[in-house]
């Protein structure tokens, strides 16, 4: 079991800059990579960024490419999201979730194991 709490969500404007944290528990040695997707309302969850835990290779969605920076910190066992130049777009709530075992497919939410809560991301125009 790996447990995963989100926080950094907020209120900003249009322009502004949010750093999003996940802070994974449990089982974490076992973490293979972790993403960060988001819903908005009435629309379905969709792939913003994606980071392996051994290596530094990151992934962007084409609409966040450019403004977000997905990092981690192995020692702490989380990964962040700098999100720059926010758009009302934007706006969703934003989970972190994470595969633990080799394969799948990095962009899609079924191939991944765990799931954070959720932190709610608002930017306003």
């Known amino acids: 079991q790996v447990q995963l709490v989100e926080s950094g969500g907020g209120l900003v404007q249009a322009g502004g800059s949010l750093r999003l944290s996940c802070a994974a528990s449990g089982r974490t040695f076992s973490s293979y990579y972790m993403g960060w997707f988001r819903q908005a309302p009435g629309k379905e969850r969709q792939f913003v960024a994606a980071?392996?835990?051994?290596?530094?290779?990151?992934y962007y969605a084409n609409s966040v490419k450019g403004r977000f920076t997905i990092s981690r910190d192995n020692a702490k066992n989380t990964v962040y999201l700098q999100m720059n130049s926010l758009k009302p777009e934007d706006t969703a709530v934003y989970y972190c979730a994470v595969r633990t075992k080799p394969g799948g497919t990095y962009y899609l939410s079924p191939f991944y194991d765990y799931w954070g809560q959720g932190t709610q991301v608002t930017v306003s125009s």
């Open positions: 980071i392996f835990w051994s290596g530094s290779s990151t």
